[in-house]
């Protein structure tokens, strides 16, 4: 499913001065896994999110999604993966304050070439048990809320790769825990193949960022979680 091999990201500063924000990361992720990456601020966790999103290229080594080499892509082809294959769950909702829960959810699927969309945000929400607050706008739902709506809409277009950035980090506990209640939908319908990735949400770790590259580590304790 996902291959890297030898990623490395490297920023040039405005004084010339280059910083790597990844150095040979090697990683390999299967079908229907879920994997937590884990790091220290500044350790590139997001900047690998990034790259495989395929919203930044790496400065050397290889990505494959799918057995496809990334690099190979055109920017009409990257565009079309990241709605066709890739759904993004950011810490700020990113939610559009004017549209309804249903209309946010609804908006990867304009971008598509599905031939109907009709009750397929519907059923998003309802995975993550919104149903009923579908005609609700972001101002009239609360953070956990907004958060689930995001979800749903990662979820819409039943994405190969789920990609998750600290996303209940800018939640207070409750808020956090009314997000959580959209887990079971992180298992349907399509997630026996669906790998999820989510730094720092302490779910499953099978990866660790050190700044150096990439580690494997067993999972955690569930006393640990």
Known sequence: MIELNGITKTYTRPGGESVNALIDVSLQIDDGEFVAIVGTSGSGKSTLMNILGLRDVPSAGSYCLRGQDTAGLAAGAQAQW?????????????????????????????????????????????SVGLGDRISHRPSELSGG??????????????????????????????SANEARH???ALAGPRPPQTPKCLPDDRHLLTCVLTGQGARSQPPPSPENL
């Open 145 to 174: 809320q907004q958060q689930r709506v995001a979800i749903a809409r990662a979820l819409v277009n039943e994405p190969d790769l789920l990609l998750a950035d600290e996303p209940t980090g800018n939640l207070d506990r409750r």
């Open 82 to 126: 990241r709605n066709k294959r890739i759904g993004f769950v950011f810490q700020t909702f990113h939610l559009l304050p004017r549209t309804s829960a249903l209309e946010n959810v609804e908006l990867p699927l304009l971008y598509s070439d599905r031939t109907s969309i009709r009750g397929l945000g519907r059923k998003a929400l309802e």
């Open 182 to 184: 959209a887990k079971p």
